[in-house]
T-cell receptor, first 114, second 112 residues
Framework: QQQVKQSPQSLIVQKGGISIINCAYE??????FPWYQQFPGKGPALLIA?????SEKKEGRFTISFNKSAKQFSLHIMDSQPGDSATYFC?????????????FGGGTRVLVKP | DGGITQSPKYLFRKEGQNVTLSCEQN?????MYWYRQDPGQGLRLIYY???????QKGDIAEGYSVSREKKESFPLTVTSAQKNPTAFYLC???????????FGDGTRLSIL
């Protein structure tokens, strides 16, 4: 059972454009929602994260929007650059009583064309 | 520099053979995790350990085994019972109540 659904699987955006990736979850016990960035042959690295008591978080060109009632959250990459070309994963964490385990979405491969 | 070291980067297994993937961290993290990554399926949790000498099964533990004898080390054995072992394996660690998991750079396992 996939508890975190991520879309689209891939997207192509022109340099300077906006990349938008969406995730939806089912389990209301999730208490932390990070986004990871992964380059080929490397492990994922934490990009930005949000907790459910906040509706939006911005760090530089990256923004998370969170809709608790809809159980959805999204990543916006503003002014996309070729160096942003990577695979992005959303995730959701169950709390300490469930081992702080992360459940990942299926990933989105982003290609930024110069 | 602190971090997570996975070795080897590439590993080949013959049919019916067990192989062990190494994961070492010098971040002084309590918790360690093993994930499997397949194309289009994201990361799936195999095993995790929150303290030394204790570990729990994740979502896809069948055909895998782990040990946690030292805080710094969390090796994963892919046994012959794992019928589809070809994948990218990622090790991660975090503090006990984490705000982030730190990942290694993975081991790619292939079947000869």
């Amino acid at each position: 059972q996939q508890q975190v659904k991520q879309s689209p699987q891939s997207l192509i955006v022109q340099k300077g454009g906006i990349s938008i990736i969406n995730c939806a979850y089912e389990n209301t016990a999730f208490d932390y929602f990070p986004w990871y960035q992964q380059f080929p042959g490397k492990g994922p690295a934490l990009l930005i994260a949000i907790r459910p008591d906040v509706s939006e978080k911005k760090e530089g060109r990256f923004t998370i929007s969170f809709n608790k009632s809809a159980k959805q959250f999204s990543l916006h990459i503003m002014d996309s650059q070729p160096g942003d070309s990577a695979t992005y994963f959303c995730a959701a964490r169950r709390g300490s009583t469930a081992g702080n385990k992360l459940t990942f979405g299926g990933g989105t491969r982003v290609l930024v064309k110069p | 520099d602190g971090g997570i070291t996975q070795s080897p980067k590439y590993l080949f297994r013959k049919e019916g053979q067990n192989v062990t993937l190494s994961c070492e961290q010098n971040l002084n993290h309590d918790a360690m995790y093993w994930y499997r990554q397949d194309p289009g399926q994201g990361l799936r949790l195999i095993y995790y350990s929150q303290i030394v000498n204790d570990f729990q099964k994740g979502d896809i533990a069948e055909g895998y085994s782990v040990s946690r004898e030292k805080k710094e080390s969390f090796p994963l054995t892919v046994t012959s019972a794992q019928k589809n072992p070809t994948a990218f394996y990622l090790c991660a660690s975090s503090i006990r109540d984490p705000d982030r998991e730190h990942f290694g750079d993975g081991t790619r396992l292939s079947i000869l």
